[in-house]
């Protein structure tokens, strides 16, 4: 099992240390942050009704059968959601927690049409994220960047619309992803949309093997271009594929807690995180929709180590990939990089 104890290589692997690690999140929904003391908050200062009377009742309903039954609500919660206030509150409240667990760099999605379909402006939702990115990068010292997450399940010809309406906010903007109900909705059918997005700037990625099957993957790659993979677990039943995710050393951004809450993985000890590190995959941790499915990045890795018996250079290999898999520029990559390897002693 993992180093839960201070041995000769070093200190114990207890949670202050993996809270300690320097490390970039790179999936996160921004909206999945949404915690329910503070959607009952918003729900109040909105005017709005929500099914919970209290947090608890919140959180007890969140059981989920699968993907689908969490995004039933997930999108029911966040309907909170209105002013570009409630936007920055909940984008610096994930920082805030972020920066207390390690995190230097996060890469975050957001969902605007789950916005927009409601009558929520565009500009309301990215300029109250943006401004909490900007507030964050000076008061907290982190990096950031945002991708905008297309929903598949509204298809291809909405996802163009939601491109064009980013396009005056490009310079926020680093890429563009694909998420929410993955079967019956490929990667393929998005394709146009993605080399749009391309010829604008955008870089690209796309949740893919989540629930899906490899074949998702590989459309991810070809058919996308996509150059990290969000989740990605479920390769490990093509071998063939895993040899090419770890030939182009094609990251992979896994959600340990969230692949088992949604019960992809009948427990964390069935889940192939470790496996695929040990396979020499790109694997990078954290924490998809940390207020629903039970903790953030650090809880992630604890999780690992309870799990799966993640021991110091497990750690060690999934710190250094978040950053070498990020979209930070490579003298910054460096700086990270160096910042492990003095964590860890080298
Ligand atoms: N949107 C938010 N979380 C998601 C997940 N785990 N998969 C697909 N879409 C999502
Ligand atoms: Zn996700």
């Not at 018996?309 to 250094?320: H, I």
């Amino acid at each position: 099992m993992g180093d839960r104890e201070p041995g000769p290589f070093g200190p114990a692997v207890d949670e202050t240390f993996l809270r300690g690690i320097p490390k970039a999140e790179l999936h996160v929904h921004i909206e999945g942050t949404l915690e329910p003391e503070m959607m009952l908050d918003l729900a109040r200062r909105n005017g709005l009704a929500l099914p919970y009377a209290s947090v608890e009742e919140a959180r007890g309903a969140y059981d989920f059968a699968d993907l689908q039954s969490f995004l039933d609500l997930y999108y029911k919660g966040m309907s909170v959601l209105l002013e570009k206030q409630d936007f920055y509150e909940l984008t610096l409240a994930y920082l805030e927690k972020a920066a207390g667990q390690g995190v230097r760099h996060a890469e975050i999605f957001f969902d605007p049409q789950a916005h927009t379909g409601r009558g929520v402006p565009f500009e309301t939702a990215i300029t109250g994220i943006r401004e909490a990115l900007v507030e964050a990068e000076r008061r907290l010292g982190l990096s950031t960047r945002l991708i905008l997450c297309f929903l598949r399940h509204l298809g291809a010809e909405e996802a163009m619309h939601t491109l064009q309406e980013a396009l005056p906010y490009k310079g926020w903007i680093v890429g563009v992803g694909l998420d929410s109900s993955e079967i019956g909705n490929p990667p393929e059918d998005f394709k146009e949309v993605f080399e749009e997005a391309a010829r604008h700037g955008f870089l690209k990625v796309a949740h893919a093997g989540e629930e899906g099957p490899p074949e998702y993957i590989r459309q991810a790659l070809d058919d996308l271009g996509a150059v990290r993979i969000d989740h990605g677990v479920r390769c490990m039943e093509d071998p063939t594929l895993v040899e090419r995710l770890r030939d182009g050393r094609v990251p992979l951004t896994v959600c340990p807690l969230s692949n088992v809450r949604l019960r992809c993985f009948t427990s964390i000890r069935e889940h192939p995180a470790k496996r695929m590190l040990d396979q020499g995959l790109c694997v990078t941790v954290n924490c998809d929709d940390p207020a629903y499915f039970g903790g953030y990045v650090a809880e992630n890795y604890a999780a690992l180590r309870d799990g799966l018996g993640f021991g110091r250079e497990d750690f060690r290999a999934v710190a250094e990939n978040s950053f070498r898999a990020s979209f930070l520029d490579e003298s910054d990559k460096e700086r990270r990089l160096h910042e492990v390897a003095s964590f860890f002693g080298r």
